[in-house]
């Protein structure tokens, strides 16, 4: 079982808005930034959001992140069939000394 | 554009250690960041195994820290993955990475190493 712990799965339309929720504690997304990661079926994991709420150069602005707390949340906005994938948040823990994952969100677009 | 490649046996026994090779392009270990190992057994989640910076100060997962060693060679741009006394646990898929400030930017293709006699 994640420390970070996130839902197994979310559904939505395509053009709806969906959010995946991210919870941890003070050792980990409490004092550290978080980031998002989106993985299509064998690929690679790739980078969406760093530092809480930044995107990197090509990430569209449907692909929004948030922190409160010790909780995160990725949100999408005008969904896409493309957007069908798993997503992954990630943070440092200061009491493991590590990085870590949460276990990961299937998104569905019906 | 920093592309990282992946490399070394897609199969291993039990018992044995498993060594993985990361070669960088598009970017010169020595001026900077963080680079590390990332695996995914199959139909799995994310697990982060180790990680070192370019003057090979390092971390590792803690639950792998006594079967893991992760070091870096400048000269050739390249960074490696030793895992000892593996077992079937261990298949995955390994992706070695860069590692920014609290994000993974840039990953390999991934490996897919079997654990099997």
């Known amino acids: 079982q994640s420390v970070l712990t996130q839902p197994p799965s979310v559904s939505a339309a395509p053009g709806q808005k969906v959010t995946i929720s991210c919870s941890g504690s003070?050792?980990?997304?409490?004092?550290?930034?978080v980031s998002w990661y989106q993985q299509f079926p064998g690929t690679a994991p790739k980078l969406l959001i760093y530092e809480n709420n930044k995107r990197p150069s090509g990430i569209p602005d449907r692909f929004s992140g948030s922190k409160s707390g010790a909780s995160a949340s990725l949100a999408i906005t005008g969904l896409q069939t493309g957007d069908e994938a798993d997503y992954y948040c990630?943070?440092?823990?200061?009491?493991?000394?590590?990085?870590?994952f949460g276990g990961g969100t299937k998104l569905t677009v019906l | 554009q920093v592309r990282l490649q992946e490399s070394g046996p897609g199969l291993v026994k039990p018992s044995e250690t498993l060594s993985l090779t990361c070669g960088v392009s598009?970017?010169?270990?020595?001026?900077?960041?963080?680079w590390g190992w990332i695996r995914q057994p199959p139909g799995k989640g994310l697990e982060w195994i180790a990680t070192?910076?370019?003057?090979?100060?390092?971390s590792y997962n803690p639950s792998l820290k006594s079967r893991v060693t992760i070091s870096v060679d400048t000269s050739k741009n390249q960074f490696s993955l030793k895992l000892t006394s593996v077992t079937a646990a261990d298949t995955a898929v390994y992706y070695c990475?860069?590692?920014?400030?609290?994000?993974?930017?840039?990953w390999g293709q991934g490996t897919l190493v079997t654990v099997s006699s």
């Open positions: 990630g943070s440092w823990d200061s009491s493991l000394s590590g990085r870590l």
């Open positions: 003070s050792s980990n997304i409490g004092n550290n930034y």
């Open positions: 070192i910076s370019h003057s090979g100060n390092t």
């Open positions: 598009g970017y010169s270990i020595s001026d900077g960041y963080y």
């Open positions: 990475a860069r590692l920014i400030l609290g994000a993974i930017d840039y």
